[in-house]
């Protein structure tokens, strides 16, 4: 990380009021009104959207490995979403894919 | 309103939440470690958890933030990550908009994944509440989540510094992200969603400053949107 101290807090300082503008913004900005239908379709995808595109390169090309793809990575990452698709409770699936890991870094790595 | 019914409203609010505690603590404490580990120091790790107080964008921003990525983009990203709680403050807004601006500053505040979940349940289920006691039990359930999350990344903070590089550490954050995206693939169109998300990320991966992150975002919402939409026109 190459941010200065200052840098990390403007980061840090502006993500918490343009997240406390998401949250207030109905409640206290915009009022009790309806949202229009397409942009409420929008907006439940917006998770889905962006963490997919964010872990991707990381799953991939891990930095541990200097960007070489890695079996034991890539089986981790299988069976933390398999678990977390089956299971519908991420600390499961959290423990899943972190026992994958191990499990076959021991075994492969 | 007679002060007690809010009262007794908070402590119903507390112990619905009460459950629901286990799956917040490992995400603070997780963040705490990866935090420091990534080099931010206490204070900063506090920051994010008392300030911005949303696990995924925090860990997205700190996630980019070890790739190095220019500020106003690590900011986009995140605050994309929290774009759908502009849905749960619209849905609060008829159950809770009728209190006083100091009150709804601080749901505002401590409008999140859970608390939203927990009272717009409560809400529906209870139309025949006041606004005095629908604010109450927000507040109860909130009293659970927020502390625990402080307290859960500074444990993670403090303990961070003595985890050892063999538990592979740099790959929990990945791990984490794919546990919240499992119990998120709920309907086609979601699904959909995710696999454009990823087939974007790995075609833009060549695109600098990580900007092919917001490009590929923004593809997979409306991907999302339109299947959603043909599905719902059959």
Known sequence: MEYSGAEIWRIILLLGIGTFLIRYSFLGLLGDRPLPDWLLRHLRYTAVAILPALITPLVLWPQATGGETDPARLGAAAAALAVGYLTKNPIWAILSGLGALYLLLYLIG | ?234
């Open chain 2, 1 to 234: 309103m007679p002060a007690t019914s809010s009262k007794s409203a908070y402590w119903r609010g507390l112990r619905t939440a009460l459950p629901f505690l286990l799956m917040v603590f490992p995400f603070g404490l997780l963040f705490g470690v990866v935090g420091t580990e990534a080099g931010l120091n206490l204070a900063q790790v506090m920051g994010f958890s008392i300030l911005v107080i949303g696990g995924a964008s925090q860990f997205a921003a700190l996630q980019l933030m070890t790739e190095n990525a220019p500020t106003i983009v690590v900011l986009a990203s995140a605050l994309a990550v929290n774009l759908r709680m502009a849905m749960y403050s619209a849905a609060l807004a008829p159950h809770l908009g009728a209190a006083p601006t100091w009150q709804r500053i601080l749901v505002g505040y401590l409008n999140f994944d859970q608390t939203y979940a927990i009272g717009v349940q409560e809400y529906e289920t209870k139309p025949e509440l006041s606004i005095g006691e629908r604010v109450g039990f927000f507040l109860g359930a909130a009293t659970v989540f927020a502390p625990t999350w402080y307290f859960a990344t500074l444990i993670g903070a403090v303990l961070g510094e003595t985890v050892p590089p063999e538990m592979a550490l740099d790959f929990a954050v990945p791990i984490t992200f794919l546990a919240m995206i499992g119990p998120a693939l709920r309907t086609p169109a979601h699904m959909v969603a995710a696999g454009v998300s990823v087939a974007l990320a790995i075609l833009f991966a060549g695109i600098p400053y990580n900007l092919g992150l917001l490009l590929a975002a923004i593809g997979a919402m409306m991907a999302g949107a339109e299947v959603e939409r043909r599905m719902g026109a059959r």
